[in-house]
């Protein structure tokens, strides 16, 4: 008989140490249904994005090795990265929505996660996907207008043809310190906003944008560093499942220039890059769920910090204990 660890505790106060722990005790004990489902919704995804990917690639590299005689269109360039752009956004969506609702099943279903089947959490994969969407247009939406003012700030620096070359450069280095600094203090404090506004429902979506402003200005700083070390951590999965592809696309240049026919156009090469590239985009997505996590998991600490969610439950559910 399979005994299963003592279940984890979602809303409880924890240290930084404790936060990267729990992140990976969470993994360990589910990543089974996190690879299983994560396959079945990104395998799709994933292939596309690998042949528009290797695509791109290859006429490239087909542009580079005939000095500029081979072109493609510029509607075709746009369509492919369109179509890129299209399949990160689907797989970023699918793969948060699939990830809390996860935890949220983790938490309600007595079994956990063992033995889950899709009816015991589409549900909230549906609901969690329509709400991660909504967020993710919002955010478009912010950063184009973000860009656009970036835009019309630059123009009217360069409308003053009468300053000096010097004075211009120091003006856009200093603004652009100024945009870095607010993107990334943004980013981190709205790095909370996605399991606030996931986890709470009942939340609308600006109501869920301030609470997130709210818990990010509380603790700047440790969600600052938690974020950073659960990034590097991702990030390093992220770089070995990406370097199979990575080095055979270089090798494959680089003998490509001197044989003939080139080496790109074999059928084993463009089946092995194709193998490595959807490992690479499995890869990414795979190596997302702990960023996932570990921010879920900051968000656990800081509403029981702030809002005391279990001693609440405690109250309400007195009468039963």
């Not at 993994?27 to 695509?55: A, D, G, H």
């Not at 070359?165 to 943004?186: D, G, Q, R, T, Y």
């Not at 301030?210 to 770089?239: C, D, H, N, P, R």
């Amino acid at each position: 008989m399979n005994y299963l660890p003592l279940k984890i505790e979602f809303y409880r106060k924890r240290d930084f140490s404790e936060k990267l722990n729990v992140t990976f005790q969470f993994i360990r004990e589910n990543w089974k249904p996190f690879i299983k489902f994560t396959v079945y919704l990104l395998l799709p995804i994933c292939l596309i994005q690998t042949l528009i990917m290797n695509s791109v690639y290859g006429n490239i590299l087909n542009y580079a090795q005939t000095n500029g005689s081979t072109s493609v269109s510029n509607t075709t360039f746009i369509i492919y990265y369109g179509v890129l752009l299209l399949c990160t956004i689907a797989g970023g969506t699918v793969l948060s929505a699939m990830v809390y609702a996860l935890m949220q099943t983790y938490e309600r279903r007595d079994g956990r996660l063992v033995d889950l089947q899709w009816n015991d959490f589409k549900e909230p994969l549906i609901r969690n996907a329509k709400r991660s969407l909504h967020l993710f247009v919002f955010l478009t939406v912010v950063f184009v207008a973000i860009a656009f003012l970036v835009g019309i700030f630059m123009a009217i620096i360069f409308a003053f043809s009468g300053w000096s070359s010097s004075l211009i450069s120091l003006i856009i280095v200093i603004a652009m310190m100024f945009l870095i600094f607010f993107v990334l203090l943004v980013a981190i404090l709205f790095a909370i906003m996605y399991p606030v506004y996931i986890f709470e429902p009942g939340l609308g979506l600006f109501s869920a944008i301030g609470k997130a402003w709210k818990f990010g200005f509380a603790s700047f700083w440790s969600l600052l560093g938690f974020t950073i070390v659960i990034a590097i951590i991702a990030s390093v999965l992220q770089t070995v499942t990406t370097m199979p592809w990575y080095i055979v696309t270089v090798v494959g240049s680089l003998f490509s220039i001197h044989s003939d026919p080139p080496l790109t156009q074999s059928i084993f090469y463009k089946f092995t890059i194709f193998i490595f590239g959807i490992v690479q985009s499995m890869g990414s997505y795979i190596s997302s769920i702990i960023m996932l996590t570990g921010i879920a998991f900051q968000y656990f600490h800081l509403r029981e910090k702030y809002e005391g969610v279990t001693i609440e439950s405690n109250i309400t559910n007195f009468g039963e204990l």
